[in-house]
C-alpha cells in the first residue's frame, strides 16, 4: 500500500451542487484502484502548518487519473478551500489510494445493495462506474437517501447508468422532493421494500453519517440481513474501529 | 515536499501541539465501524483469555466487574487522522486480568462480537498500558462506541482499541487482525506514523 506522501495535479474541478466540487487528480505514476477506497490529502499552509483529511474516490481513469468529491462542511479546516478556493493548475499532496475492506471487487459475482445517505454517496459511485465499466453481470442496487433534489451528485450519471436488473436506483428525500414525489425518511419497512431481497443474499455496503449507517445497518440485521454481508463506512475515510 | 497551498491558513485558533504527527484535535467521538454494531446483552456476555497452549481463562460480566476497577485518562489517537484529548474511561488492567494467566507468548490476538480482530503485542496491553473498559464520561459505554465492553490501548492508532472485545488469544507469532490484513500496519504507533502497511 502506498503510504509515501506523492504531488497530484488538479486536472478539473467540478460542482456537482451548491456545497459539494469533484477535484479531478492527476497522480504522479499509475495507480492502483478499487471502487470504495479513499484518498488522503495534505494541504501545507505558508507557514508550514499541515492539515490532513481523507476523501472518497468517486471515479477512476486508468492509468493515473482519480475524482474525488468533497462537500464544503460550515466551519470545516480544508473543505472549505478544497471547495472554494483549490484551482485547477494547483498541485495536493496525496497518499493512497487507501483502503481494503469498504470495497467491492469484480470477482464477487454476488447481488450489490448500495445504501447512501447524502454525501456517502462518493465511495458507492466508484462502485457503480466500475460496474457499468465492466459490464459486469452483478445486478446493483442503489438507496439514496438525500435532504432534497439540488443536493443529489451525479444525477445525470445515474441517469445514464440507470437500466433494470443492472442498476436500480431509489431516491429518499427527507427534506423537499420533486414534484409527486414523496418526501420522508427511511424506516425498517421502507428500507426493507427499497433493497435486495435476503433470498439473494446480496454484498450491502452503507456509507453516511453515522446515525444513519446505525439506523440503516441496525433495520437490515433485524429484518435477517447476515451482518457479514453488511460493509460500513462512516464519513472520514477508514471504516476502523474508533 | 513542500506544496504550499498559498490560499490555505488552517484554523489558527486551533492547537495541535503535543500531538502526534499528521494527527488534528477533535471535540466529537466520531463512530467508525466497518460493519453492523452488535448488540450483546450482559447477562450474555464473556471475556476469555486462551493461551498457546489452550489454557481458557473466563470471566462473565458479574465476575468481570467484581475485578479492581481503574480510572483511565487517556489521549486517542484514530488512524484517520483525529486525536481526541484526555478522554475518561473505566475499566479492569490487562494487568489484573493476566495474574492468573502464565504463558510466554510474546503476542495477542483480540476478538471481538461481531468478528473483528486485531493484533497487539502482550508487552503492549501489559504494564499499566491497556484495559477492558465499560465506561466512558462516568456512563457505560455506547453499543456504537464498543459496548458493553472495549479494549482500550491509547498509546496506539485507536483500531487497536478493539470494540465489543470478547477475548485474547495469545499466540507465538504475530498475526494480522482485521485491518491489518486490509492495508493497515502490523503495530500501528501514532508517534512513527505506522498508519499503513
Redo the contacts between chains.
Keep these: ?3 509515501a ?1 506523492h ?1 497530484a495535479d488538479v486536472a478539473a474541478v467540478h460542482e456537482e451542487t451548491a456545497t459539494a466540487r469533484t477535484i479531478r487528480l492527476r497522480m504522479a505514476a499509475p495507480v492502483r484502484f478499487l471502487p470504495g477506497q479513499h484518498l ?1 490529502i ?5 507557514d508550514g ?6 476523501y472518497s474516490v468517486a471515479a477512476a481513469a486508468a492509468p493515473d487519473t482519480l475524482d474525488i468529491t468533497v462537500e464544503e462542511l460550515p466551519g470545516g ?2 473543505s472549505p ?1 478544497l471547495v472554494r ?2 484551482s485547477v493548475g ?4 496525496v ?1 493512497g489510494p ?5 470495497v467491492w471487487r469484480p470477482e464477487d459475482s454476488s447481488p450489490v445493495q448500495l445504501i447512501a445517505g447524502g454525501s456517502g454517496v462518493v465511495p458507492l459511485m466508484a462502485m457503480v462506474r466500475a460496474h457499468a465499466a465492466l459490464r459486469h453481470p452483478a445486478p446493483f442496487r442503489l438507496l439514496y437517501s438525500v435532504r432534497d433534489p439540488e443536493s443529489v451528485y451525479y444525477r445525470q450519471d445515474l441517469a445514464a447508468l440507470a437500466a433494470p436488473g443492472t442498476l436500480e436506483i431509489t431516491y429518499v428525500y427527507t427534506r423537499r422532493a420533486p414534484e409527486g414525489r414523496p418526501v420522508g425518511r427511511l424506516d425498517a419497512r421502507s428500507l426493507e421494500a427499497s433493497v435486495l431481497g435476503r433470498e439473494t443474499d446480496p454484498a450491502i455496503y452503507i456509507c453516511g453519517a ?1 446515525g444513519f ?2 439506523a440503516v ?2 433495520w ?2 433485524d429484518a435477517g440481513y447476515a ?2 454481508r ?3 463506512e ?1 464519513y ?7 | 515536499m513542500g506544496i504550499i497551498s498559498s490560499g490555505f491558513h488552517g484554523r489558527r485558533t486551533r492547537d495541535d501541539s503535543g500531538l502526534p504527527p499528521g494527527q488534528h484535535r477533535t471535540a466529537d467521538f466520531p463512530v467508525l465501524s466497518a460493519g453492523p454494531t452488535p448488540k450483546i446483552a450482559r447477562q450474555d456476555w464473556e471475556f476469555r483469555i486462551v493461551t498457546e497452549t489452550g489454557a481458557t481463562h473466563r470471566w462473565d460480566w458479574e465476575g468481570f466487574l467484581g475485578l479492581p476497577q481503574e480510572d483511565v485518562r487517556a489521549d486517542i489517537h484514530c488512524v484517520t487522522s483525529w486525536s481526541k484529548l484526555g478522554t475518561s474511561w473505566r475499566g479492569v488492567a490487562l494487568d489484573t486480568l493476566f495474574d492468573q494467566v502464565g504463558t510466554t507468548a510474546g503476542f495477542t490476538l483480540a476478538h471481538s462480537y461481531g468478528g473483528y480482530s486485531t493484533n497487539v503485542p502482550l508487552a503492549d496491553l501489559l504494564g499499566g498500558k491497556a484495559w477492558i473498559v465499560h465506561q466512558y464520561n462516568g456512563e457505560d459505554l455506547r453499543p456504537e462506541h464498543g459496548g458493553p465492553a472495549r479494549l482500550l490501548v491509547p498509546h496506539l492508532y485507536f483500531w487497536k482499541s478493539a470494540k465489543w472485545v470478547r477475548g485474547l488469544e495469545l499466540t507465538r507469532h504475530d498475526v494480522p487482525g482485521f485491518w491489518e490484513s486490509n492495508g493497515y500496519h502490523m503495530y500501528g504507533d501514532p508517534w512513527r506514523e505506522e498508519r499503513y502497511g
Design positions: 500500500m502506498s503510504s506522501w504531488a488522503d495534505r494541504l501545507t499552509a505558508p502548518y499541515q492539515a490532513v483529511r481523507s479546516e480544508v478551500y478556493k483549490l494547483d498541485q495536493l499532496e497518499r487507501v483502503g481494503g475492506w469498504f453515522t449507517v446505525e445497518s441496525g437490515l440485521v451482518p457479514d453488511i460493509r460500513t462512516r472520514g475515510g477508514m471504516g476502523g474501529t474508533a
